[in-house]
């Protein structure tokens, strides 16, 4: 199957940020969207969040109506700082990603490793249990 790439746009933020608040989230000035990919291999959808400094604990997954929603929160530390540059967000987080097709949650699997969350979703086979 060959790479397809597919950048976002203004559109698809705007998507991901009616999303969050289609699953009744309060959006917050304080809650920050990490870095996600979304691809499709032959026989899944990956999901992978780009955020370091967590522990797998840290995690909320949860898959409702082909949405799925990861929220966390990245601890700071409370010391006093004078900072000259700050690009690294903390606090609480959220991102959904939409699902166009049906997947097999019961066999989905995650992980977090080297600052990545990945979860792969299996595709639905034909004939099997499916969550739509």
């Known amino acids: 199957m060959p790479t397809v790439i597919r950048r976002s746009s ?3 933020l705007q998507g991901r ?3 969050l608040q289609a699953v009744s989230w309060n959006r917050r000035s304080s809650l ?12 899944a959808y990956v999901v992978r969040v ?12 949860a898959f409702e109506n082909k949405i ?10 409370s010391e006093r700082r004078a900072y000259h540059q700050m690009e690294i967000q903390s606090g ?3 991102t959904a990603v939409g699902l166009a097709a049906p997947v097999e ?3 989905a699997t995650a992980e977090y490793a080297e600052g990545f969350l990945t979860i792969r979703l299996p595709k639905a086979k034909p ?3 499916k969550v739509d």
Request: no cysteine; glycine share 4%; aromatic share 8%.
């Open 105 to 107: 949650v019961e066999t």
């Open 92 to 94: 609480k987080f959220a």
């Open 17 to 19: 940020r009616d999303v």
């Open 68 to 77: 799925l929603v990861i929220t966390g929160s990245r601890p700071d530390r």
């Open 32 to 43: 920050w969207n990490p870095p996600t990919d979304v691809y499709e291999t032959d026989d």
């Open 50 to 61: 780009e955020i370091a400094g967590m522990r797998e604990e840290d995690f909320e997954v």
């Open 127 to 129: 004939n099997s249990v």
């Open 10 to 12: 203004q559109t698809t």
